[in-house]
């Protein structure tokens, strides 16, 4: 190394240090702003991937999405995977309500609706999902994809039981035969309790398949209430909805109960499309500052050359004279220029563990040096020293 690097350093000391303080301050911003964008790339990549975008069946207004007498080739057309919208969902969430009467028991507590609802999961009604607030004390292995005659209820109703089995009389209130014959619609049986939810209330949970069976001895057709599902490609909303567009409108607000019989599909996809605005809206930005920091790198190690160079050409000059060759000359100073950004550099890969940036930073860094430095090597010795007489 050249011995008289450190003492030509330190002949500048004001310039050496906001060399050093510029590096440092220009790499640690770049190295943020890298991270930051890689950040916001991988979550990004995260919410197109697992965000959970509900689909709901509601009325044409979108006011209701229960009690909506679905007839079973719309379950068919949602499930089937060939002809309908199988291949874009996932998690089909559907429930069948029933009223019911206990014959051999008094819920002196409960004075509202009797409700015995099928469910495919624990996320269609808050009693039985722990995501909100529900929690199932017990429950019987392969509940939801059965279809005998079990049911869940609350831990006030098990408590009242005191047995295993609840005895009822079902009726739905939807069935179609019920308008042509008050006789049809309704059944009594007996439901093994193989669980309970915590706190009180009348309402009871047999499986989906239970539901269906049941519909189709009452009413001799099966159906449902309610019916939501999951986009399966949150990218593919589009092809989604032009798929669906068959058998299901688009939410009119204005429609009211005009059409209370027709069904439509709302995709409830603005916090998605917010959240993914937003995320691309930050590395644009980020796409747009680092191009901006590394230019500022080109123009600083320039210009703190520039500097240093300016007040040691009569150096330079003298080393040409003495016989040194413009190659030895150029790295020469140019390791003078590099020593400290380069230390800089160093620190900050280390301090915050991304190597990557620092590179980047020096590369800039080394191009606005040599811009600089190729100026001073290239003017001949004999002018600079005919300058300084």
Known sequence: MDPYLFKRLWRRPWLSLCSLILAGLLCFLLTL????????????????????????VTNLSGSNSTNLKIEPKVIDFVCDRENGLGSHIREVRMTKRFEYTAPTVTFEYFAGDMDVTGVTGPQCVRELDP?????????????????????????????????????VNLTDPVSWKRWRDPQSGSAALELRIVGYYTGGGADVYIPFGTAQRLSEEICGTGGCDS?????????????????????????????GNTAASTLALNIYD??????????????????????LILLVSLGVGFLVSVLATRSERR?????????????R????????????PFLAAALTALAMQKPTPALVYLIFHTIGCCIAVIRSVRVPSTAILREQE
Not at 33 to 43: A, K, P, W
Not at 229 to 247: I, P, Q
Not at 315 to 327: D, E, H, Q, S, V
Request: hydrophobic share 40%; aromatic share 10%.
């Open 33 to 56: 702003l890298s991270g930051y964008r890689q950040d916001q790339e991988v979550r990004l990549q995260e919410v197109k991937d697992n965000f959970e975008i509900s689909c709901v």
């Open 131 to 167: 995501g909100q607030g529900g929690f199932v004390t017990w429950l019987e292995e392969g509940f939801y994809e059965s279809s005998e005659n079990i049911c869940v209820v609350s831990q006030m109703t098990y408590d009242t039981l005191g047995g295993s089995v609840l005895p």
């Open 227 to 255: 019916i939501a599902f999951l986009a399966a490609d949150n990218e593919g909303l589009d092809e989604l909805r032009e798929a669906a567009s068959g058998v299901f409108y688009s939410v009119n607000l204005a429609a």
């Open 270 to 291: 603005e916090q998605y499309r917010a959240t993914v605005a937003a995320l691309e809206q930050n590395i644009r930005r980020t796409a747009l500052l680092l191009p």
């Open 315 to 327: 150096t330079y000059a003298l080393m040409r004279t003495l016989g040194m060759t413009r190659g």
């Open 329 to 340: 000359l150029f790295g020469s100073i140019l390791r003078e220029q590099l020593l400290l």
